[in-house]
Structures are given as C-alpha cells and as structure tokens.
C-alpha cells in the first residue's frame, strides 16, 4: 500500500504541476480537490520539501518541484511506454504521425523503420518532413522530431535521448592527395571546409584534446551547404574537409571514397533525441514510434 500511495502522490503532484490547479488535476483524475492535495502533502512530507507554492489564485512550482517534475514525467513516460509496447501487440494504432528528422538520415535510417510501423499497422498514416533546418514542434504542429546534438529551447518539450553516435570528420583521398593530411586540430584552419548551413546558428565541430575532453572549433566555413546528404556528396567529390555523424559517412570509408582523418582528435559523441510537444496524455502512436526508436537505439539499428 505504501508505493501505491507514493505512485498515486506522483501522479498528483504531476497532473497538478501541469494544470496549475488542485481542482483541475481533480477534475481530470476524476477525485476530489482534496484528496489531490492530501497526495501532494504527503508526497511533500515524505520528500521534506516543498514542491508547489499554494495560493488563493493558482499554483506555483518551488525550484525542488522543478527538478522533481521533469523526473517524474520521464518515469511515467517510461511506464506508459512499457505499457504501450505490451498493448501494441494487440492494437492498431491510427492517425496521422507527423514527425520532422534531418535529411540524410532521415531518408537513410528513419524512413525504413517508419516504413515497417505504417506496414503493421495500417491504420497508421505518415507526414514525414526531412530537412536539416531546426523546428519548434508546437508552433509547427509536429509530433515528433528528432534532433542531433545538444536540445536547447525545450519549453514545452520533452526530450528523451534515443541514442549517439560518434562524429568524424572526413575527406576524399583526391582531395588529401592534392592538399595534404591534417594532424593537428589546428590544421583545420589551413584547409577547404565544408559546413551545415543554418541561418543564425554558428558552425563548429566537435573534437577532442590528448586528455580526451570534448571542445568546439570553428572551421572555415569554405562551402556552406544545407542538405547532409549533399554535404557528404560535396566530400566525396573532393570540395574539403567535413564532419558528419559516422552513420551517414561510414559505408563511405569502407568503400574507399572517403578517408577519416583526425581521428585521435575526433570521434566525439553525438546525441540522438527524440522531441515532442508536452502534453497531458500522449498520443499511443507517438508513444509507440518513440519506443520504437528507442529500442532500435539500443540494439544499434540507428547508426554507429
């Protein structure tokens, strides 16, 4: 009885964090005012802090109840989303998914496992939008997005990491030929570069020092270019230095079209998330895609 109660003072104290209201939580857990607030005292008493300013006109969150929300939504997220693996099996998931991903690994890696939910369940339809531009999925109407690297201005978001992959920078072996191999980070600076384009978001790459910590450098943005996939073609062709995730450029190396240089200096990790807008009760096909991907990560099937 006693981690029901801890659990039923969670899901209080979230619904009312959410709402700003004892009497909306109640209303929407469907129980009273004041057994909403009784959860959250003893949740409060329990913790020995104070997780909500109470006032005649609304609630308000303490920084302790900060933290602690954002906690509590991801474990309830996880249990949902376990429930919702179970449940799956057995239900047809239905409606439009709108999910935003960029554009080369979109095509490359997401659009096939997308392609093998909608086939399971026809009921599902898809609106998938590959581009490298970075979107707001509230003000876009998106449900789910994926991002690569850091998650900044996540109001109103949630944000669960799927998985990471390292970051390489390459080149053509015509290009290494006729304008020689870099060996320091510092010979970034001495070559032809090649770089994401995304207006009022500076360029930099990820590399490490010889004790492993991970910094930024600006690289001369040589060639700017909008598109990952054309910005691995642009490599290939010989146009300078990039630095892709090693999912999009590794079949390249093993071909021999493109050569990884750097490499006791690069490598670092890179952050796959996936985005989706706040809500009280999230969509059963977002949850489920979620999972999905999630488990995909885990097994690998997302890149390397």
Known sequence: ?????????IVSFVEAATLLSFTAAAESLGVTKSAVGKS?????????????????RKLTLTPDGEAYLASCRHALEEIGGAEQVLLAKNQQLGGRLRVDA???????????????????????????SLT??????VEEGVDLAIRFGET?????????????????????P????????????????DHDCIVGF??????????????????????????????????????????GLAQMPSSLVNDHIRSGRLIAVLEQFTGAKIDISAIWPTTRHLLPRVRHVVEALANEGRRGGLGS
Not at 40 to 56: D, F, I, P, Q, Y
Not at 132 to 137: A, C, E, G, K, V
Not at 152 to 172: F, M
Not at 225 to 230: H, L, V, Y
């Open 1 to 9: 009885m006693a981690h029901l109660e801890q659990l039923n003072g």
């Open 40 to 56: 959250v005292a003893r949740l409060e008493e329990r913790l020995g802090t104070k997780l909500l300013h109470r006032s005649t």
């Open 102 to 128: 960029p554009a080369a690994w979109g095509r490359q890696i997401l659009l096939p496992l997308l392609a093998n939910i909608a086939k399971e369940h026809p009921g599902l339809t898809l609106s998938l």
């Open 132 to 137: 490298d531009r970075i979107i707001d999925p």
């Open 152 to 172: 900044k201005d996540t109001s109103g978001l949630i944000v669960r990491k799927l998985t990471e992959q390292r970051a390489l920078i390459v080149a053509s």
């Open 174 to 189: 015509e290009y290494l030929l006729a304008r020689g191999t870099p060996q320091t980070v510092e010979d970034i600076q």
């Open 198 to 239: 995304r207006r009022d978001i500076p360029n930099a790459w990820r590399v490490r020092n010889s004790e492993g910590a991970v910094y930024r450098v600006t690289p001369p943005a040589t060639h700017e270019i909008g598109d990952g996939a054309a910005i691995v073609d642009s490599a290939i062709a010989g146009l």
